[in-house]
């Protein structure tokens, strides 16, 4: 039964639809105990919105966007994003008793053994996806859905297919063509050479790039002395840890609860690392006229993730190349609940290729000050700790992506300042 006590899953389906043209179908049932939801993206839509992270757009900006609005016990836990059109009954309206079984065998890798092409293009792409991805590839694969690339592994396929065939393809071109049949074949037309190239982070990240930094410390510096003190007052803020930066130049590593959190941390630094400090910022947010002219002044790096990520990357390579520290949030994303989210290994990777240590931060309270959906901050205590740095020596992407996720877990659980 698909209906569970007051919850009308129906109108929670409407919803979502409404919220998102990205979202062709949607099925809402209770799965162990919670709210799950199928969902069948509109691949044409993506196409033509050029979107290459699908699966991102689908979470942030359909689930959780209905999640925000909805009470707590209509909030969807868990999601399946599916390749297949929902299965329907004679009336043509989803079979809600077919769902659990179409689920599972949507969750299944793919059995298709249809012919692959015997094309030197496709074999070396396919070789070389091999290394990215554990699951198995055929012509018809989606990239992201069922080879589960994400952002990173996108560039590196990139420069491996300009490398290796002399073909250039853009974030924007690639997000029209994520069948893996496709892209082989766009490849293939336009290849200049075949010339197998290894890739490597190191190379990607030294390649030659026309940005150059502006200095602008004197805003921020003025912003922090004006702002701190009626942060201080607001939040009850409390800033620890002065001592854990290094000299040189760090990567520094918040988590995320909030909007406010990079204001916050801005004002908290102390001033002689804020003076040396850039600050990451996603173009897709932060790109309105009112924040324009305040990131412009204030060492703020706006990248693109969706469509010049690997240029975005190496832009942050710079400061840290000219000695200046870099503020990067490894979530990527505000939590919805407090709990941290999954850290993205792009900080670890500008870490361990340029030899720059990274100081966790605990940045907490925001979640009660500021939730994602409200529009202004209410008076909740703020607690800033910034922990001992971790050096990158010896340690793989994902080592050092864990250290820092669990540097800031262990010290929010030891000195929790709200209790779940």
Known sequence: MYIHKEIDTLKIERTILKISNIVKEVAVFMHDGHLFALI?????????????????????????????????????KGYQIVRSPLPKDEEGKIDRDKLRN????QALPSTNIEDAPK??????????????????????????????LDSLNYVETLTFIEKSFGVHISETLLSQMMIMGELCHYVNEKKQKVTITDINWKTILNEKIHFD?????????????????????????KVSGHENFPDQPCIIAPSHQSMLDGFILAAA?????????FFLAFQIVFDTKVMRLFMKNTQTIMIDVNYDLKASMQKCTVPLKNKQNLVVFPEGARSRDRKLLEFKKFFAILSIELDIPVVPVVLDGTFEAMSAGKLFPRPAPVIIKYLEPIYPKGLTYDELTDKVKKAIHEEMIKHPLHED
């Open 40 to 76: 069948y993206p509109d691949f044409h839509e993506a196409k033509k919105r050029k979107i290459m992270r699908l699966e991102n757009e689908i979470k942030w900006y359909a689930v959780e966007l209905y999640n925000i609005e909805a009470m707590e016990e209509e909030t969807i």
């Open 119 to 148: 094309d030197k293009v496709y074999q070396n792409i396919k070789n070389y996806l091999s290394t990215l991805t554990t699951e198995p590839i055929t012509p018809l694969s989606h990239l992201e859905l069922d080879l589960h």
């Open 213 to 237: 930094l502006k200095y602008t410390s004197f805003p921020i510096m003025i912003y922090k002395t004006l702002c701190f003190p009626l942060y201080k007052l607001y939040f009850s803020l």
């Open 102 to 105: 179409f689920m599972t065998e």
């Open 269 to 277: 630094l102390p001033y002689k690392v804020l003076k040396k400090t």
